[in-house]
């Protein structure tokens, strides 16, 4: 920083307030799973919920980050210790944000990214999904393969969903947007397919990626709750806190026919994807791996 600013710089004020990771997105890949599960390891601390976008904060990715650093700051806790505790804040829009990674490595150099991915046309399933419970008119009245398979000659509003269905799925372009401001070595990549039938491995991998101690025993805290379908927080005895009733929700296996085109629509994006993993360094995921059987 410079003299000048340190001079004017208030006595109270801090940066100790700011978050040491991000969870970027994008929606409906697990990203809340991650957040919760975090929450319960004794050095990690999430941001407080925001009241205004679905309890997330959304600072860097829209009109809040002209709210300000302060704004910002006020929904983090005071750390007990800011060199042990991590502070995190998840807000699942940024991943597929122009301005996000520009803005956020402005302001947290040293941050680290935790990126969360399942296979991009499940990923578009969920969220078509996920609009029609919100009761989005156009999701309520057109079939998913009618969505995705929208042309400029198909109505307005229908090309309208189908972008922001299909856009969050271009994974490399957007990762490679990220990895323009941050180093490789700042992104995490979790598979959340993995995240969904193994958190304990994904959580050891996380606590390592981010190298906070004590090492925190995901075994004993989750358990696998029969009736939800999905790991859970394991509370006294047998009893278990799971995610609410819009994270993991029961619907109609994809068509054959809407994969296949969803497949098509998302090839050249996946072997991108592929090949950021191999430049990472990084075991692509096995669903990624499925979806190019038989590419390079
Ligand atoms: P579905 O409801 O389509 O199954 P996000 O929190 O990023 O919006 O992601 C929501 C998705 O997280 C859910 O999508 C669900 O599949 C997945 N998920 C992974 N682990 C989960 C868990 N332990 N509990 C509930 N949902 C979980």
């Not at 039938?197 to 709750?225: E, R, W």
């Amino acid at each position: 920083m410079w003299q000048r600013h340190k001079d004017i710089w208030s006595k109270e004020k801090t940066c100790d307030r700011l978050p040491k990771f991000l969870i970027i997105g994008p929606q409906k890949t697990g990203t809340t799973a991650l957040h919760s599960f975090l929450s319960l390891h004794p050095a990690i601390s999430s941001s407080f919920p925001s009241p205004i976008s679905y309890e997330e904060v959304q600072f860097f990715s829209g009109p809040n980050y002209q709210r300000g650093i302060d704004w910002y700051m006020d929904f983090f806790p005071i750390p007990s210790n800011v060199s042990t505790d991590f502070l995190f804040e998840k807000s699942a829009n940024y991943f597929d944000s122009e301005v996000a990674p520009p803005r956020a490595t402005a302001l947290l150099p040293r941050a680290k990214i935790i990126a969360v991915l399942i296979n991009p046309a499940d990923r578009a399933y969920s969220w078509y999904q996920h609009q029609r419970a919100h009761q989005d008119v156009v999701a309520l009245n057109y079939s998913f393969h009618e969505v995705v398979s929208a042309r400029r000659s198909s109505p307005p509003a229908l090309q309208a969903l189908q972008r922001r269905i299909l856009g969050p799925g271009a994974y490399a372009s957007h990762l490679d947007r990220w990895l323009h401001h941050y180093q490789p070595s700042q992104l995490l990549i979790v598979d959340g397919v993995l995240l969904r039938s193994n958190p304990v491995q994904v959580m050891n991998g996380v606590q390592k990626f981010l190298g906070v101690t004590p090492h925190y025993n995901y075994t004993q805290a989750l358990m696998f709750d029969e009736t939800k379908g999905f790991w859970c927080q394991r509370l006294d005895g047998a009893r278990s806190r799971c995610l609410g009733k819009s994270k993991g929700r029961k619907y109609p296996d994809m068509s054959a026919e809407t994969r296949a085109l969803l497949s098509e629509h998302y090839r050249e994006q996946n072997l991108e994807l592929l090949r950021l993993f191999n430049r990472l360094g990084q075991a692509p995921p096995p669903w990624l791996r499925e979806e190019l059987h038989g590419a390079s």
